[in-house]
């Protein structure tokens, strides 16, 4: 058999086609040996390499929730891995800095990220990041899911969430939310609030939670929407009042506080904190992950230093947690274009 050209001349015959049929075919094969050795490998390296110490690495200040959080986690993994657990702390440009190096090495399961619902939010933010969100990434477990608590300060003509609505309404641009941290989820939560309600409430950024919460507490700011577990302590003593939950219902916690949902049906903004690996962890290797993770969530000492932080246990499985990351991402982009957030 001969194989010709469109303008008649003779090209290489059939013989030459069935050998670079059978070069790819062989190619192919050897990049899928690679990987699957790759894979094996990572799994071994894992199994053999008990003496390295596993690094998480977490993108927030040290002694805030996420790191907190990351240090009680590591405490529980070191012994349910029977191997030394460090915490990293790397800041900036939202937690970026610490996620971009963990998408950055190796698949070995010995580099994590502590992440918080920045990782969901920072997908919409920043117009550029150095990494994909999703396809960089291994989601192993959502840790623990915080939701936040809309607080004011007493002097407010408004002590139902229908009042405050009402007040907003009639009196646009006058009342002022204190954001503690621009772009973060309770910044966002107070504009999902807005975009929901359809009121004009302006924003006041401070650097940081407490300089935010003093100006609530001294009436400069009358609203903020705040961690509970930061909160807590200034509702008990009456020197703020509470106005609803952002959980889809009550929480056990404050059950004579009603969810904004409960007025503005659909409305639900509560932080999360999860641990990933980089992109392509084996499947092997990310089972040894996440039923280490997950054990080590569920032990007593771990959800009462959760629960100390104002949140929930979750400890879901990889898939679970891969599955909800999507969704939030979505759910998220709205809010930041309607809020017009820019990264600091």
């Known amino acids: 058999m001969q194989i010709f050209s469109m303008d008649g001349s003779q090209v290489r015959g059939a013989s030459h086609v069935t050998s670079v049929s059978r070069n790819f075919k062989l190619l192919w094969a050897l990049k899928a040996l690679c990987a699957f050795s790759l894979s094996v490998c990572a799994s071994q390296l894992w199994a053999q390499s008990a003496s390295a110490p596993v690094r998480i690495l977490v993108g927030a200040p040290a002694g805030g929730t996420t790191d907190t959080m990351a240090r009680s986690l590591a405490q529980a993994l070191s012994q349910q891995w029977s191997r030394v657990v460090l915490v990293e702390n790397r800041t900036g440009a939202g937690g970026n800095v610490a996620a971009e190096a963990v998408a950055r090495s190796a698949p070995d399961g010995l580099t994590l990220l502590m992440s918080f619902t920045s990782h969901a939010i920072n ?8 990494f994909d969100p999703i396809k960089d990434f291994t989601p192993i477990t959502m840790v623990s899911t915080s939701p936040s608590i ?3 300060h007493p002097s407010l003509a408004a002590n139902t969430l229908p009042e405050l609505i009402a ?9 002022n939310f204190a954001i503690g941290a621009l772009g973060s989820s309770l910044h966002l939560a107070g504009d999902a609030f807005k975009l929901k309600a359809g009121v004009s409430i302006v924003n006041v950024p401070y650097r ?17 929407f705040a961690n509970v577990g930061n909160a807590q302590q200034y509702l008990s003593a009456g020197k703020l009042k509470a106005l609803g939950v952002t959980s889809p219902k009550r929480l056990a916690s404050f059950p004579q506080v009603p969810s904004i949902a409960e007025t503005l049906p659909g409305f639900e903004s509560s932080a999360w904190f999860g641990l990933f690996g980089p992109a392509k962890i084996s499947p092997e290797l990310l089972v040894r992950l996440e039923s280490g993770a997950r054990a080590a969530i569920q032990t007593p000492d771990v959800r009462q230093r959760i629960e100390a932080e104002g949140a929930s246990a979750v400890a879901n499985t990889s898939v679970e947690f891969a599955k909800f990351l999507e969704a939030d991402i979505a759910r998220w982009r709205e809010v930041v274009k309607f809020s017009g957030a820019k990264p600091e």
């Open 150 to 152: 809309l607080v004011a």
């Open 208 to 224: 940081g939670t407490a300089p935010a919460i003093q100006d609530v507490l001294a009436g400069q700011v009358e609203l903020m």
């Open 123 to 130: 997908a919409s933010l920043y117009p550029h990041l150095p």
């Open 167 to 175: 007040l907003a309404k009639a009196q646009p641009g006058k009342l």
